[in-house]
């Protein structure tokens, strides 16, 4: 099993739309958790940390279930700039270990349309 | 400040020559991670270097690839007798402690074997 799953999509949805991604991790010890976006043919650039209270940064939220282990992004009021894909990424280490790696997500496509 | 470097931003090469892919992480990030990601495709993790401690290789997809870190800052990534399929971008991101902070990418490295 895959440490991290995402649905590809892809989401096509109208500007000003609100749309979420799920993403579900294999180890219950994970302790660090990212959504990161990536626009075509350019690198993968930190979107927002996730943190266990939930967290909010402008139009976008963040959760996490310990239970089910999974994670959620939503979007509100999307842009068409929203547009690209949007990684998944989690930390399988114990807690407090440093040395563990992150885990990349294959991604989930999303197209703002005007 | 500065963020990730990397160079040369593309590089085409024929089938069966070595190349040589360097990276310049943000300075004082203890930890080092290389990926590769071909068109269309999710990012694939190659190796990863954290502080002094022994790299993990496990992502290293034969013995023609190697990595080196100097000094616990710069990083190459050597692919010898290189192969059509070895064409990718190759990423390098950095971290200020291995797995539980956030990496930072660099722009990647455009490779196309001949």
């Known amino acids: 099993r895959k440490e991290v799953e995402q649905d590809p999509g892809p989401f096509n949805v109208p500007e000003g739309a609100t749309v979420a991604f799920n993403c579900t991790y294999s180890?219950?010890?994970?302790?660090?958790f990212f959504w990161y976006r990536q626009d075509c043919r350019k690198e993968p650039k930190l979107l927002m940390s996730v943190y266990s209270s939930g967290n909010e940064d402008g139009r976008f939220t963040a959760q996490l279930n310990r239970a089910s282990q999974y994670i959620s992004l939503l979007i509100r009021d999307s842009k068409l700039s929203d547009s690209a894909t949007y990684l998944c990424?989690?930390?399988?280490?114990?807690?407090?270990?440093?040395?563990?790696?992150?885990?990349f997500g294959r991604g989930t496509q999303l197209t703002v349309w005007p | 400040g500065a963020g990730v470097s990397q160079s040369p931003s593309n590089k085409v090469t024929e089938k069966g020559k070595d190349v040589e892919l360097r990276c310049d992480p943000i300075s004082g990030h203890t930890a080092l991670y290389w990926y590769r990601q071909s068109l269309g495709q999710g990012l694939e993790f190659l190796i990863y270097?954290?502080?002094?401690?022994?790299?993990?290789k496990s992502g290293l997809p034969s013995d023609r690839f190697s990595a080196e870190r100097t000094g616990g800052s710069v990083s190459t990534l050597t692919i010898q007798r290189t192969q059509q399929e070895d064409s990718a971008v190759y990423l390098c991101?950095?971290?200020?402690?291995?797995?539980?902070?956030?990496?930072?990418f660099g722009p990647g490295t455009r490779l196309l074997v001949l």
């Open positions: 991101a950095s971290s200020s402690a291995g797995g539980v902070r956030a990496q930072y």
């Open positions: 180890n219950s010890a994970s302790q660090s």
């Open positions: 270097f954290q502080g002094n401690s022994a790299p993990d």
């Open positions: 990424v989690v930390n399988p280490a114990d807690r407090g270990s440093t040395l563990g790696r992150l885990y």
